[in-house]
């Protein structure tokens, strides 16, 4: 008899600890994409100042800034989901990331003071995004581990925890920017 | 970056005029240390035998004339050794320093101190025996950086039971990073991870004193080093791709265990040498280029660190 609730003590202890260390995992996910989100917005706020610095500069670019300042006004609308955000996120990297490397054909650009501070926050914004990013993808691989592996999967599939979606790592963007291609759909 | 066949010319042109003089006053040194020699091994014997003779059939007691004198030539050796050191450090390893980049000064008998080399969080144990020298510093391009050898040592207990554990012995150096961040990261050498794969990650994950571990996306990297974070964003926005595989050459070029961190806006970086460097010849000949391009390498290796870390690129707010 005693060796019964011992053992079914034992068990329920174990199960706890699963259960909490998935509960932990999911926390996590959360916890980075609250960072993204965050970073995000600093991107956001930062995007009016570098249109108005390049939009006299960058003739042949029209196209894509009027493109960027529309896509940033439906992102901070607040009426995306999270999906779309993220759908939305990968879309302005790749143009900012064109942007960039179409400002290396205007000279007095790239000498204006105020261009060049402005060019520094990017970079910075845009490689904390980048490592956000990984940041989330880790967090979310451990969890899924965590949803697929024994004995977790057991406790897993208990509570109704499922896999989550990584976010696509873009690779740096060398290409210009072109604004049919980009803004096809 | 200079080349072999720019230290080649510069040995010829400049350095071989004074390792001349140096060379007179080494030999010189090695005349003294002969003589010191000879009178250690005669005392010695005249120990031994007046030992000898008075209580004989204590074979331990006899031994201490030896040790005696063998101690007290051995420091004799050192101080007439010293001067010589000293001065072929402040020409030569000077002069090489200078060579390989005019922004850089050097000060023989300086280290890098206790509370810098605690500050990097590379190694936990405090060191009770500290001491070092040879300190490089200066501005190499745009980065500010400052190395030194350094000993650290931590002994403890007394008389029998005295054990010495090395803390540290190698160069050590700092550098200027070229992003801002608020948290502290370290990378380590990671010997769990190659012997026991996941299990071992799980094993490092468990390490509490070192904060939380980053499981990082670069194979190479991951294989070589485990990396123990304030913040996982952080950590990884430090180590980006490209840096990652950065530190992986660095690594296989110095073919040494390394180990680096990242604190308040600084990157450091400590190599583990098992000999002292930048110590000249004694009883080998100093016209030689050979021990001039082990110096330079060695040198040039830790200088170049800027390079290879690529700190020298400042594109963002720093």
Not at chain 1, 107 to 135: C, D, G, H, W, Y
Not at chain 2, 16 to 38: N, S, T
Request: aromatic share 10%; net charge positive; glycine share 6%.
């Amino acid at each position: 008899m005693l060796i019964a609730i011992v053992a079914v003590v034992v068990v329920i202890g174990f199960l706890v600890v699963l259960y909490n260390s998935l509960v932990g995992k999911k926390n996590q996910v959360t916890n980075v994409f609250g960072t993204i989100d965050a970073l995000l917005k600093k991107r956001y706020d930062l995007l009016p100042k570098l249109i108005a610095t390049v939009k006299a500069y960058m003739k042949h670019e029209k196209e894509v800034l009027e493109e960027i300042t529309k896509m940033r006004a439906k992102a901070v609308s607040g009426r995306l989901s999270d999906d779309e955000q993220v759908e939305l996120d990968n879309i302005m990297s790749k143009a900012l990331g064109g942007i960039m490397v179409a400002v290396e054909n205007y000279p007095e650009l790239k000498a204006n003071e105020n261009f060049l501070q402005l060019q520094r926050t990017m970079n910075e914004v845009e490689e904390q995004i980048s490592a956000a990013r990984r940041a989330y993808n880790a967090a979310v691989t451990d969890y899924n581990n965590a949803v697929e592996m024994f004995p977790t999967n057991i406790v897993a599939s208990m509570i109704g925890y499922r896999l989550k979606k990584v976010f696509e790592i873009s690779e740096e963007q060398r290409e210009d920017v072109d604004a049919e291609k980009l803004f096809k759909s | 970056m200079k080349t072999l066949e720019d230290l080649r010319e510069f040995y010829n042109t400049t350095l071989l005029a004074d390792l001349e003089v140096l060379e007179r006053q080494r030999k010189d040194v090695v005349r003294k240390i002969g003589y010191v020699g000879i009178v250690v091994l005669c005392v010695a014997i005249v120990g031994v035998l007046f030992v000898g003779s008075s209580m004989a059939g204590q074979p331990m007691v006899i031994l201490f004339p030896v040790v005696l004198s063998a101690i007290i030539g051995g420091v004799i050796c050192y101080f007439l050794s010293k001067g010589y050191v000293t001065e072929f450090k402040s020409v030569v390893i000077r002069k090489i320093i200078h060579f390989i980049d005019e922004g850089l000064s050097y000060s023989q008998e300086s280290y890098v101190p206790k509370s810098v080399f605690m500050m990097s969080k590379i190694f936990t144990r405090k060191p009770n025996r500290y001491k070092g020298d040879d300190l490089v510093f200066g501005k190499v391009g745009e980065t500010k950086i400052k190395f030194s050898e350094l000993n650290a040592v931590y002994e403890s207990g007394s008389g029998k039971n005295k054990s010495r554990y090395t803390v540290f012995k190698g160069l050590f150096f700092i550098g200027d990073f070229n992003k801002h961040f608020s948290g502290q990261t370290v990378v380590l050498p990671d010997t769990a991870e190659k012997l026991f794969g996941r299990l071992g990650q799980k094993l490092q994950s468990l390490n509490v004193f070192r904060g939380q571990l980053v499981k990082l996306e670069d194979p190479e990297f991951e294989r070589h080093f485990a990396v123990y974070g304030s913040d996982q964003v952080e950590a990884r926005y430090i180590l980006s791709m490209s840096l990652m595989k950065r530190i992986v050459d660095f690594k296989e070029k110095t073919r040494k265990k390394i180990y680096l961190s990242f604190i308040g806006s600084m990157v450091f970086v400590a190599i583990w040498y098992t000999k002292n460097l930048f110590e000249p010849r004694i009883f080998r000949t100093l016209l030689d280029f050979e021990p001039i391009k082990e110096y330079f390498g060695d040198l040039q290796l830790v200088i170049g660190i800027v390079d290879d870390l690529n700190l020298n690129t400042r594109i963002w707010s720093k």
